[in-house]
Every structure is written in structure tokens, then in C-alpha cells.
């Protein structure tokens, strides 16, 4: 456990105390230069170990970020949004954000909501087709209704910051 | 409580509804999330069944115009009750309503000398504005404020019974929240109305002339995406000397048949009617909406 936590700090402390410069893994492609900070991910982390063990772990999040971004780039309604973006950045940012909400032992190395989302032009209808490709991917996962719920409930203020933008 | 005219009246819905199936493949849906606008209440309004949330009719966001279409049959102890109506929502901020009420006496007709079967009915017209905040995406609750002009197609028997007009105007205020952490919500609604019955009965009475404040909530929980139970109160005034009115119970179960069609089925307890006591029932609504 204590090992675990070293990695982790390990892991944590070159990213958090970075300044702005274009984070990205190898396999993505550039972006500009943006700092790394937990505030970026928008939301506060639940508590304890609940959330995670609903979502079946980092494993369970990554299945769930994975078939949610499938559903969303073949969507017919949505897909063009998508069309065009980065789509192995998108699943390891969002994997992050959701990892990190659920305190499943992530850090949030993405953008904030308000840069991810610039010039995309999201309307409402689309950030609520989004919501129901989330609930089909956390559905097929057997995720519990009432903790889907819980996880929409930090994602829904983010509309302000993702809507319009 | 005839279970024919219940299934007759299943029937008939879902044939006026059924044309949505032609719509099968639409250019988009309207975009809400499923069960977010409610059902159609009494009155037309979209909300609970019993009153008003503060959520817009239809389908649509802000960038289009929702329609909702619905019917609903309430089977008492001693009366029955149909009401089908329409809703127009556009862009998810102002909302147009139009119901159609009919109230059947039934037997008690015969004991009120106005013959058997004798029926109430009453037309509603409704406008709703949503002030602020939604019911889902913001931490500010949903806020609308409305109006309903109501007309009383029977004032001669509602004089008789005591009213003092035919025709009336209900104003309210909603305020709704959809909490997701605990998959509640939970509405309030203040209403400022001279109703007696929904107006079924006609407006003011000998016992009390003015408007009064009345309170109506409802609570439910989301069980999963495509089904909600819940409960609601709706207080009501008392202004007929000789047909007591007693406040009103409803227990739900609302259930997203597909995203264009919503079956609701609920306990309801609306006391004392036009003189007769322990009006029990069930109440069924179909609504369609895109």
C-alpha cells in the first residue's frame, strides 16, 4: 500500500507542480500549452471507495471511457462533433476525469472544460445524447442506476462550461 | 369502477398516439433526457399528474418546439373522470396548454336530481414560463411561473351547487429539482385560485368568495431511466357550503414506454366530491411527446 502511494506521489508530483506546456503522451497528437492542475477535471472527488468499486475499478472505468467514446464517434446524431479530434487523447483525458471523480486513484492531467470543449459548438440536445451513450456504456458495464446517477450528478454543472462554447 | 372503459380508453390513446410510429426514424429526437418533462397533469400543464413542475412540455430544447399530447381517466368510487389535452413547448422556455375536462356523476347524478350521468366539464387553457434554472443541469432548481384560464361549461348547475361564477384564473408558481446524487426530485407549487374541483364545480362559493393560497407537491425517485415512482399532495380550497372539499393524494408509477411515450398509472385518494365522501381511485394517462 505504501508502495502504491510512493508511485503514486511519484507519478503526481512532476505533473502537478508543471507549468503550461503542451502535455501530451506519445500516440496524440500536439496541443497547445495549458497547465496541469486538479481544477481542470471540474468536479469534486467522491469520498471513500464507494464510487469505484461501483464502476469496477480503474479497469471497469476504462471499459466504460472506452465504449463510450466508440458509441460517440459512430453516433449518428453526434459522431460529427467528434469527427476529426483526437480520439486516443479524448479516451486517456476522459479515463482520467472520470478515474478522478470516482476516486479510483487518478490524477486529471487534461484541460479544463471550458478549453476541451472551445469552438466545438456543443448544444444542449447533443451534451444529452452524450448522457445517454454514458448510461448505455455504464449500463452494459453493470454499473448500479442510483451510482450512474451520482457520477451524472458531478458531470451535469459542467453544462455551463461545455454548452455554447 | 368499469374496467372496460379503462381498457377502451387504453385502446383509443394509443391509436390517436400510434402515428408517432411513422416518425420512427426522425431527422433527430427532441433531446431531452428521457422522463425530464414530466407527464401532463390534470389541467394540461406538464408536470406530476396532480400539478404543475416547473419543467417545459415536449420534447425539445432551446433550440426547438416540443409538442405533447395526452389523455387521462380517472376511475372513483362513485364518479369517473377523462381529460385529454395538448402542449405546445418552445425552446424549452414557454409552454401553451390546452385541456379538455369532463367529470361523469354517474349514479349520484340521480341523488343530486340533476339526472343519471349527468357530467361536469370545463375547459382549461394554460401558459407557463420558466423563469430560471433547470431541472437536471444546474444547481438552481427550476423555477416557472404560470397561468390557467378555466371555463366552466355547466355554471347554471355550479350556481345551484353554490358557485359564484363559471369561469376563473389560476396563477401559480413551480419551483423543481432533479437531485441525480440521490435520483430525486422533488417539486413545490404555490397556486392562487377560486376553483372549486379543478373548477369543475365553478369558481368562489357562499362559504368563501376570494382567492386562497393553495400548496402541491410531488416527490419521486428515478428507479432507472425509464421508470419513476413517486407521491404527491395537493391542497384545495373549500368554498362550497354544501360539497365539502378535501385536499388530494396520488401515489405514481410513471414509465418511459419508449422516448416518445409515457404510461402512468396511480392510487388516488381526492376525498369528498360533490357531497359524496371517499372518492378512491385509479388514474391512468397515456401521453405521447416529441
Given amino acids: 500500500m505504501s508502495l502504491l502511494f510512493a508511485l503514486l506521489l511519484l507519478q503526481a508530483s512532476p505533473v502537478a507542480t508543471s507549468p ?133 450528478s458531478k458531470l451535469a454543472p459542467m453544462h455551463h462550461d461545455i454548452v455554447g462554447r | 369502477m368499469t374496467y372496460r372503459r379503462a381498457l377502451v380508453f387504453v385502446a383509443t390513446t394509443l391509436t390517436v398516439i400510434s402515428p408517432q410510429a411513422g416518425f420512427a426514424k426522425p431527422l433527430r429526437h427532441g433531446g431531452k433526457l428521457l422522463l425530464t418533462s414530466g407527464i401532463s397533469s390534470l389541467e394540461g400543464a406538464a408536470g406530476g399528474g396532480l400539478t404543475p413542475w416547473a419543467v417545459i412540455a415536449g420534447n425539445e430544447t432551446n433550440e426547438g418546439i416540443g409538442l405533447s399530447v395526452h389523455g387521462t381517466l380517472v376511475e372513483m368510487t362513485d364518479y369517473d373522470y377523462q381529460s385529454a389535452g395538448i402542449a405546445l413547448g418552445f425552446r424549452d422556455r414557454l409552454e401553451l396548454s390546452y385541456a379538455h375536462q369532463y367529470f361523469n356523476t354517474n349514479d349520484i347524478g340521480t341523488a343530486l336530481a340533476l339526472g343519471k350521468d349527468y357530467g361536469f366539464s370545463q375547459d382549461v387553457i394554460g401558459a407557463k414560463w420558466r423563469v430560471a434554472g433547470d431541472i437536471a443541469y444546474d444547481r438552481m432548481p427550476a423555477v416557472a411561473v404560470g397561468v390557467q384560464y378555466k371555463k366552466n361549461n355547466n355554471g347554471a348547475v355550479a350556481r345551484l351547487l353554490g358557485a359564484r361564477q363559471d369561469e376563473g384564473v389560476d396563477y401559480y408558481a413551480s419551483i423543481s429539482k432533479l437531485f441525480l446524487s440521490r435520483s430525486i426530485l422533488l417539486s413545490g407549487t404555490a397556486r392562487l385560485t377560486k376553483a372549486n374541483q379543478l373548477g369543475l364545480l365553478g369558481f368562489g362559493g357562499d362559504k368563501n368568495k376570494n382567492y386562497t393560497l393553495q400548496l402541491e407537491g410531488s416527490a419521486a425517485w428515478q428507479l432507472s431511466r425509464h421508470l419513476v415512482v413517486g407521491s404527491e399532495f395537493r391542497s384545495k380550497p373549500d368554498n362550497l357550503g354544501i360539497a365539502r372539499e378535501d385536499d388530494w393524494f396520488d401515489a405514481f408509477a410513471a414509465l418511459a414506454v419508449t422516448r416518445n411515450v409515457t404510461a402512468t398509472i396511480a392510487y388516488t385518494d381526492l376525498g369528498s366530491i360533490a357531497t359524496v365522501s371517499g372518492q378512491r381511485g385509479v388514474m391512468l394517462s397515456l401521453q405521447t411527446s416529441f
Avoid: W
Fill in chain 1, 20 to 152: 503550461a506546456r503542451p502535455y501530451a503522451v506519445p500516440g496524440e497528437e500536439a496541443v497547445d500549452p495549458y497547465t496541469v492542475e486538479d481544477v481542470n477535471v471540474g468536479a469534486k472527488p467522491f469520498d471513500g471507495d464507494g464510487m469505484a468499486e461501483a464502476f469496477h475499478g480503474q479497469e471497469g472505468i476504462r471499459r466504460i471511457v472506452d465504449r463510450m467514446v466508440t458509441l460517440s464517434y459512430g453516433d449518428s446524431e453526434i459522431g460529427e462533433i467528434f469527427k476529426g479530434h483526437d480520439k486516443v487523447r479524448l479516451k486517456r483525458t476522459l479515463f482520467e476525469q472520470f478515474c478522478y471523480i470516482l476516486n479510483a486513484s487518478c490524477i486529471y492531467t487534461g484541460r479544463d472544460m471550458v478549453r476541451s470543449h472551445k469552438d466545438l459548438g456543443v448544444h444542449r440536445k447533443d451534451m444529452n445524447r452524450l448522457v445517454e451513450l454514458l448510461q448505455q456504456a455504464m449500463r452494459e458495464e453493470g454499473v448500479d442506476f442510483q451510482a450512474q446517477n451520482r457520477l451524472l
